[in-house]
């Protein structure tokens, strides 16, 4: 009866330590294929733990890796052709298949790279050979469209992109804006009451036909620290804060303000008649004279569905 007893002890313990179901696995496959299908978006790199030189970054966040269902991936890498050069025209490219195994386990075939579903991240991590030192690099991905790169409605609204197009040509232009140019003089607040960090958004004409454009908005995302090469980790685990300058574009991200985002733009305009100012190199907005007192600035952009919208934001004279 002792004999059996212990036997029958030994059986329920056994059943009791028994792993996942068939159909559990079976779950956990398809959860795991279907979180991995898709493009996926180079959020940040380091190399041996220091994150990568915001120049060489502005090109790599332009990789992109893809799985799709028939199980094979491509993983494609954005680099600058040469040292001196400002083009991102090396590609390096390489695929292969994988298979899913369970939840987040998933094994990769045909590549010299450990990568790794970790969380809602694909970790890449690679041996570089950096003179006669091996480094270690390692890329984080998230998926393509993942709400992290996606600005919100209200966002969108209230962030005015002023990048320069070099390419644009100016058309000539006779007009003799003096005078205009003497009532514009000075800074204009924008005219609002939905938002309380939108409400601090000036506009300040100065001389040598200077243009100073300030925006402020509530929060960022991570599309906002990568528009300004910041490649950190995100959702942050703390408080942050960062002064980036690119171009034209002073930026200061900081968790702890009111309004955690703050965009100073200095231009140059041109006023084209007595109602019209444009801003050099910026086709997508103009400024329209409604009196001495009021402006309108006029933005066009086209949307993330590729429709094309107009945004007006009304000035009033400080």
Known sequence: MFALFSLVLVSCASDDDSGPSNEEVSQNVVETKKKLVGDWKLVSTTIDGQSVSASEFECLKRSVATFNEDNTYTITFKKKGSPSSDLCSQTIA??????VAGL???TFFNSTSEIKLVDDTLQITSKV?????????????IRGDSEDLSDSDQEETDDVTVEEDETTTEEDNTYDGTAVIAKLLGKWNIETTNNECLQKNTIEFKAESVFEFIQHK???????????NINISYPFSGAFSASVTKGNDMVVFD???????????????IVKDEK???????????????????????????DSDGN????????KKA
């Open 94 to 99: 390489q695929g292969g298949t994988y298979t």
């Open 218 to 228: 509530k929060t960022f995302n991570r599309r906002d620290l990568l528009n300004y």
């Open 255 to 269: 968790t702890n303000a009111d309004c955690q985002f703050i965009k100073t733009s200095t231009l140059q305009y």
């Open 276 to 302: 019209t100012v444009l801003l050099k190199n910026i086709p997508q907005v103009q400024i329209l004279i409604v009196d001495d007192t009021t402006i309108n600035l006029v933005y066009k952009y086209t």
């Open 308 to 315: 094309k919208q107009t945004l007006t934001f009304t000035y």
């Open 129 to 141: 050979t950096n003179g006669s030192t091996e480094e270690t690099q390692v890329d984080t991905f």
């Open 104 to 106: 987040n386990s998933v």
